[in-house]
């Protein structure tokens, strides 16, 4: 009899299937959000997503192009070096970018609501990103995979379940509060799959000279490309 699991890797079939989970998910909640939302609060849903998945574009300079290459074939401590380096960098990215989205919201009554709400989305989402390419780069697939799903799958899930449990209309805000507790979730997963390259003292004395300087020449033409295929 013709044996399936000898040909593939069980974390390999694991990781593929919650990819394709997360990926089904998404799309049945398009399907969902399309017959419960009315189609204003539908159309701002969508730009909500085009302008998060943008940002996340943005603030992460498309440095994992370069960075992930380096990665994958370092020893454990230039591996620290490189993900303290680079996370410390779009740290400073948030700082400066994250408040200046926060005043532009909370100014604009049509947005108002979402000037907590999408900063902090954008910030989780892009973490729990970086943190699975790291993985993926380290050769730990099912463990990207989980927090691939978590961040893309996960919400979804609950979000249904609180819905229909209490029989309540789907709002954005309660879609975002559940996208953005899950994407902290899978950030926090993140951390803990890659605590043997990062700690807080690590993050804070690593010594690198990889910088701004360092990334951004390389990056950008991956950046260009990646800002221009968004649109």
Not at 27 to 43: H, I, K, Y
Not at 72 to 78: F, H, L, P, Y
Not at 80 to 102: D, G, K, M, N
Not at 166 to 184: A, E, K, Y
């Amino acid at each position: 009899m013709f044996n399936f699991t000898r040909f593939i890797d069980r974390k390999t079939f694991g990781s593929a299937g919650m990819r394709l989970s997360a990926a089904g998910l998404k799309f049945l909640n398009v399907v969902f959000l399309a017959r419960t939302l009315d189609p204003a609060d539908l159309g701002v849903f969508g730009l909500i997503v085009a302008f998060a998945m943008i940002s996340v574009q943005v603030v992460g300079g498309e440095f994992h192009a370069i960075s992930s290459r380096e990665v994958s074939s370092a020893n454990k401590e230039n591996v620290s070096q490189i993900i303290c380096s680079q996370f410390r960098l779009h740290l400073y990215f948030h700082t400066v970018l994250l408040p200046i989205l926060f005043i532009s919201l909370y100014l604009y009554d049509a947005y108002k609501s979402f000037c907590v709400l999408l900063p902090l989305l954008i910030f989780f989402e892009h973490m729990a990103i970086e943190l699975s390419r790291f993985l993926q780069f380290r050769f730990r697939p099912l463990a990207c995979a989980t927090v691939e799903f978590i961040r893309a799958g996960g919400w979804v899930v609950v979000f249904w379940i609180i819905v229909w449990t209490t029989n309540s209309t789907p709002t954005l805000n309660l879609l975002l509060i559940c996208w953005v507790l899950f994407s902290f979730f899978a950030s926090v997963v993140g951390f803990v799959a890659i605590r043997k390259y990062v700690s807080l003292n690590s993050f804070l004395m690593s010594k690198s000279k990889r910088s701004l300087h360092y990334y951004a020449p390389k990056a950008f033409p991956f950046f260009i490309i990646a800002i221009l295929s968004g649109l």
